[in-house]
Each structure stands twice: as structure tokens, then as C-alpha cells.
T-cell receptor, first 115, second 110 residues
Framework: DTEVTQTPKHLVMGMTNKKSLKCEQH?????MYWYKQKAKKPPELMFV???????INESVPSRFSPECPNSSLLNLHLHALQPEDSALYLC??????????????FGEGSWLTVV | GEDVEQSLFLSVREGDSSVINCTYT??????LYWYKQEPGAGLQLLTY?????DMKQDQRLTVLLNKKDKHLSLRIADTQTGDSAIYFC??????????FGKGTRLHILP
């Protein structure tokens, strides 16, 4: 099983809303990632969690707040987003972090539209 | 800094072989990857190759790595309409990141 599950698949939110994206994996992976992908662009790294601790924050605005409640779950809390934050948000996981030579598996993504 | 380059478009006739090329800059990359993204979907890991390998074959897919030239290619034999997608080349970097190319859109001609 190489599945990374993301919910919801689609989310429309207003600029004053608070919402969360959820990601789950049961592969025993210890590294989890959030990526943002705009149309016709490659994914851009946002956050990396390694052993449930935040190891990389790619200077992401504070209106995006990641959380790793346990080794299987990764959340992305959204608050006061802007229309330009509309994108596909991809969660990924790997056995260890990328430099340790482990393949990264992606979920299907959550399509976010900010209105 | 690290960079991954690939051509943006490729058109191939159904049944022919597709070859998607990629160049990268980080010679310390441990792994190099090919991901497939169909419209409206997430990224599917197609295949990957260790940096100490020259070639990897998996059914219709053949990955060739020229480490000296930092060149990676993906060959898809007997290309089918279901292969129509964007293919991302990616490399692992020393600081726990995956660096993606801009993606090659593969278009299949009937």
C-alpha cells in the first residue's frame, strides 16, 4: 500500500474563513510534506516534517499553519487566505527525508479556491 | 543552486516510443525521479533511479542516467493514449528537498 490520502478533494473558502486540509498515510513513513502547485507549474515545497517535528518551512506566510498530530497525520490549517492562494495542495510522505534516499509518495491533492 | 530543466512539450504518435529528457545540476543527488500527473490529479511516482545506476527498466519504462553529463531520460515504449500527461523530472537535494523540473506535457497523436 503506497497510499497517501488527502481530504477534502475540493475546498472553496472565503478570505475570512478558517479551514483545514488533512493528510493521512499508513505506510510507517516518518517524513511528511506539504507542497503547493499552481496551474501548469511544478509543485513548490512548503513544509517538511521529520519524526513529527517541523524541519523545513520554506518561508511560507503565517496564514498557512502546519500541524503533525502523530506520525500518520499531517494537517494544514488555513486562515485569512488570499485569492492568489488558490492552488492544488499536495501532501507527500517518505520513509525518511529526501536526502536519505527514499522515494516520496504523493496524495491526489486538495483543490483549494479562495473567493 | 539546484535546478532541473526539461522541455515543456512532446508530441508522439500512438504506438511509437516517447523519450522525455531532463538535465539537473546537483551532482550530489542521491535519487532521481519521474512523476506523472494526469489532468486534475496528484503526482504519481512512475519510477526512480539511484545515482550510482546507469539504467533502470520497468515494463514499458526505461530510465537512462548519464551522471557525467547530469542527464536523465525517460523512455516510454509503445506509447498509449493513457500516457498523455505531464511528466516531472525531479532530484533529491542534500537539504531534504525534492527539486522538480517544470514538467513535460506529453501529447499523443492518433
Amino acid at each position: 500500500d503506497t497510499e497517501v490520502t488527502q481530504t477534502p478533494k475540493h475546498l472553496v473558502m472565503g478570505m475570512t474563513n478558517k479551514k483545514s486540509l488533512k493528510c493521512e498515510q499508513h505506510m510507517g513513513h516518518r517524513a511528511m510534506y506539504w507542497y503547493k502547485q499552481k496551474a501548469k507549474k511544478p509543485p513548490e515545497l512548503m513544509f517538511v516534517y521529520s519524526y513529527e517535528k517541523l524541519s523545513i518551512n520554506e518561508s511560507v506566510p503565517s496564514r498557512f499553519s502546519p500541524e503533525c498530530p502523530n506520525s500518520s497525520l499531517l494537517n494544514l490549517h488555513l486562515h485569512a487566505l488570499q485569492p492568489e492562494d488558490s492552488a492544488l495542495y499536495l501532501c507527500a510522505s517518505s520513509q525518511e527525508t529526501a536526502d536519505s534516499g527514499n522515494t516520496i509518495y504523493f496524495g491526489e491533492g486538495s483543490w483549494l479556491t479562495v473567493v | 543552486g539546484e535546478d532541473v530543466e526539461q522541455s515543456l512539450f512532446l508530441s508522439v504518435r500512438e504506438g511509437d516510443s516517447s523519450v522525455i529528457n531532463c538535465t539537473y545540476t546537483d551532482s550530489s543527488s542521491t535519487y532521481l525521479y519521474w512523476y506523472k500527473q494526469e489532468p486534475g490529479a496528484g503526482l504519481q511516482l512512475l519510477t526512480y533511479i539511484f545515482s550510482n545506476m546507469d539504467m533502470k527498466q520497468d515494463q514499458r519504462l526505461t530510465v537512462l542516467l548519464n551522471k557525467k553529463d547530469k542527464h536523465l531520460s525517460l523512455r516510454i515504449a509503445d506509447t498509449q493514449t493513457g500516457d498523455s500527461a505531464i511528466y516531472f523530472c525531479a532530484e533529491s537535494s542534500r537539504d531534504d528537498k525534492i527539486i522538480f523540473g517544470k514538467g513535460t506535457r506529453l501529447h499523443i497523436l492518433p
